[in-house]
């Protein structure tokens, strides 16, 4: 029923959003560990390292 249709839409739209806020997540956290680590690596040189 349309009903039916509706919901796995909703569903399908819903299970989508959360792949797409994980990626996203994943990038942003990627990109704070990115930089962390160019710190330390910088403050590692900058030491004498």
Known sequence: SARMVAMKNATDNANQ???DL???YNKMRQAGITTELLEIATAQM???G
């Open 22 to 24: 994980t990626l996203e």
């Open 17 to 19: 959003f959360i792949k």
């Open 46 to 48: 900058a030491l004498g």
